[in-house]
């Protein structure tokens, strides 16, 4: 663990304010610390107002590369059909990588996805399966490429975007909204095949779990409801936007995990998230519900769903998911001891509370419904 890090470098809102411990402060796709290697320099540089970036953007990864480094980022891994745990990439199958980027000169990002794909990449000058070019002002490249052949080894392999520099220059690249996708499939969502498996299975309810899963890491109501999605150690996993537009797409109700450490204000922006109009002539004054306008859904969540399921946490009884669980505590005024169970019960209580105070209230009752313990199997 480093003695100091640099909160400016932090992925996470909160890990910016210096609220994060330090080892969840290095996103996932980045090999090394910011001050590890000083022939490789990273950090994650604010965005200036006219810098463009989707809706909810807040920084771009800069890179300093000295003269012949390279920076690999760690997108994922994917295996062949020998083993069953990672994804396996099907041949003659379209895929779409895609991101904002610009150097202080003209390059090339180039994937990388291992054996046997990138065979003789390096005695033989070529852009491998895909490259993103980028020159020195801010543009958005998206190239599709198929695959030779199917993989059929038994092992796996990193899935990485090599930024590189010449042999004779340093190179300072930034990069900003990195994609990989199936180009059949929207960002964050499910392939074709799989919707309509899900559509034909017609389930009541999708209960969605990907964004009760920070732990320490701790995102905060903008992470939540930005198009890149809540991150893991690895992955980006979907976030609210790309869940309720799955939901939508499959005519079952959401049921939303959502961890219980967001302030006041925050539980209050979810509320406007979901139920507030969009206001086209003053968008400030509802700046949630113009996110949501942003990401192309005008009207609010709460006009598509009869009903919203709300379960604060995943497993707030198992001591693996801390610091988001609830033990035992004694009542203040009283000394009574309070078990874990009810202490969950109390603090959800709090948060409707939370949310009746909302102005758009009257949108979301009847419609949100609240979830105790959605995964308990004794008398917590």
Not at 37 to 51: H, I, M, V
Not at 77 to 100: I, K, M, N, W
Not at 111 to 135: K, Q
Request: proline share 11%; aromatic share 8%.
């Amino acid at each position: 663990l480093r003695a100091v890090i640099d909160p400016a470098t932090a992925p996470s809102p909160r890990g910016r304010a210096g609220r994060v411990g330090p080892r969840e402060l290095r996103p996932g796709p980045l090999p090394i610390w910011p001050d590890e290697d000083p022939s490789r320099q990273w950090r994650l540089r604010p965005l200036g107002p006219d810098e463009g970036g989707g809706p909810g953007n807040r920084t771009a990864l800069s890179v300093t590369l000295a003269a012949g480094a390279a920076l690999p980022l760690i997108l994922g891994r994917r295996g062949g059909t020998g083993q069953d745990f990672y994804p396996v990439l099907r041949p003659d199958e379209p895929y779409a990588l895609s991101a904002r980027l610009r150097g202080d000169r003209p390059g090339a990002a180039r994937l990388r996805l291992g054996p046997p794909y990138d065979a003789g990449l390096e005695s033989v000058p070529s852009d491998g399966i895909a490259a993103l070019p980028f020159g020195r002002d801010w543009a958005q490249v998206e190239t599709r490429f198929t695959l030779p052949s199917r993989d059929d080894g038994d092992g796996s392999a990193p899935v990485m975007l090599v930024l590189s520099a010449p042999a004779d220059a340093a190179l300072t690249v930034e990069i900003d909204d990195l994609r990989l996708r199936r180009a059949a499939a929207p960002w964050m969502g499910l392939a074709p095949e799989d919707l309509a498996k899900l559509r034909a299975f017609a389930p009541g309810t999708l209960r969605f779990h990907a964004m009760s899963k920070s732990r320490s890491s701790s995102y905060a109501l903008e992470t939540l409801l930005s198009e890149g999605g809540t991150e893991g150690k690895r992955s980006q996993r979907p976030g609210l936007p790309a869940s309720l537009r799955l939901a939508g797409a499959v005519g079952a109700a959401p049921w939303l995990q959502i961890e219980p450490h967001f302030s006041d204000a925050e539980w209050l922006g979810l509320a406007e998230y979901l139920a507030a109009p969009f206001d086209p002539a003053d968008p400030g004054a509802r700046p949630w519900a113009a996110l949501r306008a942003a990401q192309g859904r005008e009207a609010p969540w709460t006009e598509a769903f009869d009903r919203i399921w709300l379960e604060l946490g995943n497993e707030t009884w198992n001591g693996l998911m801390a610091p988001w669980v609830f033990p035992a505590m004694p009542d203040a005024a009283t000394g009574a001891q309070a078990e874990p169970g009810t202490v969950y019960g109390l603090f959800q209580k709090r948060v409707a509370g939370i949310l009746r105070g909302s102005p758009w209230w009257g949108a979301l009752e009847g419609r949100v419904g609240f979830v105790i313990g959605g995964w308990a199997r004794f008398d917590y």
